[in-house]
């Protein structure tokens, strides 16, 4: 009866994540589609679809601590200084260097095709099942980034279009491997995202690390706020 109650309640946690995976996916794609990236503005701020997927996570991450109270939740928000430039921006700008680039992306999406989508965020261990908050939110996380290089890689970007793409991944590049498991797998799918940008922007220049850190602090700052 033990046995069953823990399977039961394993299917209900894992059935949960599927459907928040779902809701956030279609989130994203909603907002990549309502917006015209030929004609967008030079960013601002991050984007407001990137506080409503920290925001979810959030949500999801305190209930899935009373299930599992064993494991205290993390930190959603980034008290560490902003992360350096991936490798991945820094030959974007650089788009003579077509032969060196297109071997570093290709070596990134090696990478990026090895992660594993599969359908249950459970591990294996001793015979049983084993959930932790990490490995339920990573799974989440990968499902929703999944999506939105997905539709990045049907959208046109401008300039500022790009830089606003820039900006959002920068802002989760900062934000989520503090609170998942898989953390390269995390970052190797922001830098395809960034990689279908590219290969989709009519001109495609980045913003400075710089202004990326500084807009990115300030939107910090607002979440601790909101999300406390």
Request: hydrophobic share 45%; charged share 25%.
């Amino acid at each position: 009866m033990v046995r069953e109650m823990q399977v039961a309640a394993d299917e209900l946690v894992e059935g949960f994540i599927e459907m928040q995976a779902q809701s956030l996916s279609w989130e994203v794609t909603r907002r990549m589609q309502a917006t015209d990236w030929m004609l967008s503005a030079a960013p601002r701020e991050v984007a407001d679809l990137i506080e409503i997927i920290l925001g979810e996570l959030r949500a999801t991450q305190m209930l899935a601590a009373q299930v599992l109270s064993s494991d205290p939740p993390r930190s959603l928000l980034p008290r560490g200084p902003f992360p350096a430039m991936s490798t991945i921006a820094h030959i974007l700008p650089h788009r003579s260097k077509l032969q060196g680039s297109a071997i570093q992306k290709d070596l990134q999406r090696m990478f990026a095709r090895k992660i594993s989508f599969s359908s249950s965020p459970f591990v294996d261990v001793g015979g049983g099942h084993k959930a932790s908050i990490p490995g339920l939110l990573a799974h989440l996380v990968k499902l929703t980034l999944k999506t939105l290089v997905e539709e990045a890689r049907s959208c046109t970007f401008s300039r500022e279009g790009f830089q606003q793409m820039h900006l959002d991944c920068s802002m989760m590049r900062w934000a989520l491997p503090a609170i998942v498991e898989d953390e390269g797998a995390v970052l190797s799918l922001l830098d395809e995202v960034l990689i279908s940008c590219q290969e989709r922007c009519l001109d495609c220049v980045p913003l400075e690390h710089s202004a990326l850190e500084r807009i990115c602090d300030t939107k910090r700052k607002e979440l601790l706020l909101k999300l406390a």
